[in-house]
């Protein structure tokens, strides 16, 4: 275990650049900012695509500031070092035309560009897809925006947080006192990121496979919010009411307090669960009542049975209840905080998070996720320092050592 993380039952991994994956015939150029773009080309990584990170030379990716303070002082880039391991940085100045001419040269040899700008910057660039596409006709253009590159809206700031407002999401998680509830984490990026990475998928297949030209795929934050968001849309259509965005889908369903303070989440969604929560709360005769012997009717009557299920929970411990209810076949599981998560066996026996042994300190992420049994994903490098790869990504595209001084002395790169 490394330094700072023994505390931590966690497996600990070395990158190993040796490593190749599914994906290691593709290159990605990398222009986005902040969440989406970064989550979107770090599924593409973990599986072996070449990931550079095409960033300004003043202060690189935004996702690099977002830092916390440590106990024994100093800063941890927490999210840069997670959604950044795998990829290399290219620090660029593209306002410089030199710059803009070795970005050319890089474009020749990508499969994929991702870039976040507001719609109409690409173009202002003098990149817009036509242009790219003169220079390579393969390259697949992932265009990540708040609400895509079309409509009345297309011009507007489009940060997730307004996305999970407008979307509806917010209002379907509304607190006691009516006030809608933003997510605690980049929720719309994360799902735009991971939509985006199926994308870019489906187009290099069309690519690679049926012998296609590059596309643009157009990834708003606000379609794929809208896709998982439920039947909402459906219901108020076929009956202009507007959805209770405090009902329940099923019934009994809900997080409970235990003895200790601590709390379980339970789901009866069918009903021979239900049934078991009836049989394990002291109640079995309910199973066959009218009031709850189905669902719809269990949610017509959800306040009676909650309560029910709330004071039988309340006189046991966590671990009591948990025992008792999964022994009776309920569906039943823990309430966790971070820390209780880490420290869980079935966590740790799975290695669902590691330790990033590549400096002092390390770091805890998340491990390759899908697991894919014949060609896994790999960890083969830690988030790059802002320009590491500057001088080996511009040599590969057979800039010489004196053009990358020149670029460097008049500062259109920055090289570590």
């Not at 999970?164 to 799902?191: C, R, V, W």
């Not at 009542?289 to 017509?300: I, M, V, W, Y």
């Not at 009591?320 to 966790?336: A, D, S």
């Not at 080996?392 to 001084?405: H, K, P, Q, Y």
Request: charged fraction near 20%; aromatic fraction near 6%; include cysteine.
């Amino acid at each position: 275990m490394t330094k700072g993380l023994n505390f931590l039952n966690l497996s600990s991994v070395v990158a190993d650049p040796s490593m190749q994956g599914v994906l290691s015939s593709v290159r990605v150029l990398d222009m986005s900012r902040l969440v989406a773009g970064n989550m979107l080309s770090l599924q593409l990584a973990d599986f072996g695509a070449d990931v550079i990170k095409v960033e300004s030379p003043r202060a690189g990716d935004t996702l690099r500031h977002w830092q916390i303070e440590l106990p024994e002082g100093g800063a941890l880039d927490a999210w840069w070092r997670v959604y950044a391991r795998n990829k290399r940085s290219l620090a660029l100045e593209l306002r410089d035309a030199g710059a803009r001419e070795a970005l050319c040269k890089l474009i020749q040899s990508a499969q994929v560009l991702i870039e976040s700008f507001r719609p109409g910057t690409l173009e202002a660039m003098g990149f817009d897809p036509q242009s790219l596409h003169a220079i390579n006709p393969k390259l697949i253009i992932i265009r990540v925006s708040g609400w895509g590159q079309t409509g009345p809206y297309k011009d507007l700031p489009g940060f997730g947080s307004l996305i999970e407002g407008f979307s509806g999401y917010a209002h379907k998680h509304i607190q006691p006192d009516g006030t809608p509830q933003l997510p605690n984490l980049a929720l719309a990026d994360m799902i735009a990121g991971l939509t985006g990475a199926f994308a870019t998928l489906a187009a290099l297949r069309e690519v690679e496979v049926n012998g296609g030209e590059g596309q643009v795929v157009d990834l708003s934050l606000l379609e794929p919010m809208l896709a998982i968001l439920g039947s909402d849309p459906a219901v108020y259509a076929a009956t202009r009411v507007q959805p209770d965005a405090t009902q329940k889908l099923a019934s009994p369903r809900n997080v409970y307090r235990c003895r200790d303070g601590r709390w379980v989440a339970l789901s009866g969604s069918t009903d021979v669960m239900a049934r078991r929560v009836m049989e394990a709360i002291g109640h079995p005769a309910l199973a066959d009542d009218p009031r709850f012997s189905t669902n719809e009717a269990r949610l017509k009557n959800d306040v009676e049975l909650d309560q029910l299920v709330a004071d039988y929970v309340k006189g046991m411990t966590q671990e009591e209840c948990l025992e008792l209810f999964r022994g009776k076949g309920v569906t039943m599981g823990p309430v966790y905080d971070t820390a209780q998560v880490l420290a869980d066996p079935h966590i740790i026996g799975r290695e669902c998070y590691l330790a990033l042994g590549d400096d002092e300190e390390g770091v805890v992420m998340h491990n390759i996720t899908p697991r894919l049994s014949r060609t896994p994903g790999s960890i083969r490098r830690p988030a790059p320092k802002l320009g590491q790869h500057t001088v080996e990504v511009l040599s590969e595209a057979g800039i010489s050592n004196d053009e990358i001084t020149a670029m460097q002395e008049r500062g259109a790169v920055k090289c570590q």
